[in-house]
């Protein structure tokens, strides 16, 4: 990503801490937000489908990640007056899977991948 910027161990460790605490929690609104703008290949959807993903398989892999799979930190460029997106990236059945979440509120258990 062109525009992204590293953040230190300590902040990711805090995100990732604050991300598995909202994932488990019952009051969880999780949502995938598919991008219009990439080939098929590099979407979300594809993603999905080639590894037989549902959405409760996303946030088991969002359950695993650790501070070795971030790669940045980026500005959510389509909407900047929200909360940036933290990078990940992980290998499954082959292929390298990049993927961007952020927790858009912490009050209300929402979390956007």
């Known amino acids: 990503m062109a525009d992204g910027y590293r953040e230190t161990k300590g902040a990711i460790s805090i995100f990732l ?16 937000e ?9 979407t979300t959807d594809y993603c ?10 996303v946030i088991e892999e969002l359950l695993k990640l650790e501070l ?8 959510d460029l389509r909407n900047r007056k929200s909360k ?5 990236g992980i290998k499954r059945n082959g292929k390298e899977i990049y993927i961007k979440v952020k927790i858009e509120s912490y009050d209300n258990k929402k979390v956007l991948c």
């Open 68 to 75: 070795k799979n971030y790669i940045e930190t980026c500005d």
């Open 84 to 88: 940036r997106y933290y990078v990940f």
């Open 34 to 42: 598919p991008r219009e703008d990439k080939e098929y290949e590099y």
């Open 17 to 32: 801490k604050e991300l598995k605490t909202i994932l488990v929690d019952p009051k969880l609104e999780f949502r995938l």
């Open 48 to 57: 999905l489908e080639t590894l037989n993903y549902t959405t409760s398989d």
